[in-house]
C-alpha cells in the first residue's frame, strides 16, 4: 500500500537536508580556499546561512589576499527590522583574521532587499574604519526573497 508522508515528515526532511547542504559548505571554507571565488557560490552559500532567519543577523567573511575566505563570522544580531553594527568590532575581528579583505551580508527577514538608509550609513562607516587599514571591502549582500549586492548596484 502506498503511504503519502505528512507535511510535517515533509518538513523535517527537507531543514534536515538544509542543515547537510550548511555542514557541508561550512566544512570546504574552515581553511583559506577558493570555493567561494565566484558571486554565484557566495550568494548560495549567504542564502542557505541566512534566509531563513527570523531575526537580522549581520556577518562578515574575512578573506585572504587572493579572496580565499578565511572565515565567516556571525559579528551581530538584532530584530525583526535592524541589527546594531559596531565597525570598532569588525575591524577587531579582521586584524584578529588578518584579513585583506572582507564581504559584508545580512538578512532581511521582510524579504525587500532594497538597502535601507542605515544599510549604507552603516556599510560606509566600515568602508572608512577598514580603509585605513587597507582591508579592502569587496560587496555588501543583503539576503531575502532575493539577494541585493552592493557592489552591482554601485554603493560602494
Do not use: C, W
Not at 33 to 51: E, I, M, N, V
Not at 69 to 80: A, D, L
Not at 99 to 122: C, L, M, Q, W, Y
Amino acid at each position: 500500500m502506498l503511504q503519502i508522508a505528512s507535511i510535517t515528515d515533509i518538513t523535517t526532511s527537507e531543514n534536515t537536508i538544509i542543515r547537510n547542504a550548511i555542514n557541508i559548505l561550512e566544512s570546504r571554507i574552515q581553511l583559506p580556499t577558493d570555493y567561494l571565488t565566484s558571486p554565484g557560490d557566495t550568494r548560495q552559500f549567504l542564502r542557505l546561512k541566512l534566509a531563513e532567519r527570523e531575526h537580522e543577523v549581520f556577518v562578515v567573511l574575512f578573506l585572504d589576499s587572493q579572496h580565499g575566505v578565511i572565515r565567516y563570522e556571525e559579528m551581530f544580531t538584532g530584530t525583526v527590522d535592524g541589527a546594531s553594527v559596531y565597525p570598532r568590532e569588525v575591524v577587531k575581528a579582521a586584524l584578529r583574521h588578518n584579513a585583506a579583505a572582507v564581504i559584508f551580508a545580512h538578512n532581511h527577514p521582510s524579504g525587500v532587499t532594497t538597502p535601507t538608509e542605515p544599510d549604507k550609513r552603516n556599510t560606509e562607516k566600515l568602508k572608512e574604519a577598514l580603509s585605513v587599514l587597507d582591508i579592502r571591502v569587496l560587496d555588501h549582500l543583503i539576503v531575502g526573497t532575493d539577494i541585493s549586492s552592493f557592489a552591482e548596484q554601485g554603493l560602494l
